[in-house]
Structures are given as structure tokens and as C-alpha cells.
């Protein structure tokens, strides 16, 4: 299996456990946090799968380091940052199951593929340190940040709302 092949079968992975998660958060009408396992489960998941996709040894071939931003020169370097973008949904989304606002959420999916990239940069496993895959990352994490944060704020509405009870004749 090819390595996009991999990181395209991780990413359906994160979306769907993505789903089970705003399923949980709160989509099925509970305005409760997640159990206390399962928002820390999603996590370790979430992290060993990004893992596992950003930090084995590339193919070596191409630069070791691209700091040219929002540069792609492809049609495979848009696809990757389609990618990168919604691998980091999940961490937006585990956040807010958190309780962290925005600003911190930003931060920690800053300084989560900075890490990343860091990493990839000075351990020379053959893959590329990009700028381009911060941007998107740290995207990835403040949409998913967004999407959940909507998605808890309208089940707190519904479940708000009084509800209209109807007699019968």
C-alpha cells in the first residue's frame, strides 16, 4: 500500500471517529461533555494515527525543508494540503470536548505540528519540513475548533427551547 494510500485511509479513519465524536458531544442532543474516557481515547487515537502518518521515514526524495508559503506545485501538493487540513479537525473538535476556547486551540494546534515539523526537520527521516503543512494543520484544528464549538452551542439551543406540548380533542 502506497504511502498516500495510508495517509488516506488515516485521514477517513479521523473523520469518522470525528463523527463519533460530535456524535457524542452533543449532535444526538446531549449537552454534556463527552465521558471521561472517551474524549481521552479519541485523543490517544487521534495522536498515534498522526503519529504514525508524520513521523516514519518519507521516501527522501524532494527538499528537506520548504518555508515558501501557500506554494503548490501540483495537483498532489493540493490534495496534501486538503489532508494536512482535516487530519488536525479532530484536535480542533477534542478541544472543545476539553472545554478550551478558541485562542488556546489555536496555540496547541500551532504548537502541535510545529512540533511536528520540527521533528521531521531534524531527525532527516526523509520527509519534508513544510510551511505550508503548519498553515494548514493549524487550519485544521481551529475549523474543527469552530465546527464543534457551533455544533455544542446549537444542541445547547435545542435543548433550551421550550418544548410545545399539543393536546388532543
Partial sequence: MSSFALNLLFAATLSV????????????GATDRPSRLGAPLLA????????FMTLRPGSGLGVRLNLV????????????????????????????AAGLRFAP?????????LAIEITQY????????????????????????????????????AAAAPSVAISRP
Fill in 44 to 51: 490517544v487515537v487521534w495522536a498515534l494515527a498522526v503519529g
Fill in 17 to 28: 471517529l470525528l463523527v463519533a465524536g460530535l456524535v457524542r458531544a452533543g449532535v444526538a
Fill in 122 to 157: 531534524a531527525t532527516d527521516a526523509g520527509r519534508t519540513a513544510d510551511i505550508n503543512d503548519v498553515i494548514t494543520n493549524t487550519a485544521g484544528a481551529c475549523l474543527g475548533w469552530a465546527v464543534a464549538w457551533s455544533v455544542r452551542a446549537l444542541a445547547r439551543r
Fill in 105 to 113: 486551540t489555536l496555540l496547541i494546534g500551532l504548537g502541535s505540528t
Fill in 69 to 96: 508559503p501557500l506554494l503548490f506545485d501540483g495537483p498532489g501538493s493540493a490534495v496534501d494540503a486538503v489532508l494536512n487540513l482535516f487530519v488536525f479537525v479532530p484536535l480542533g473538535v477534542l478541544l472543545v
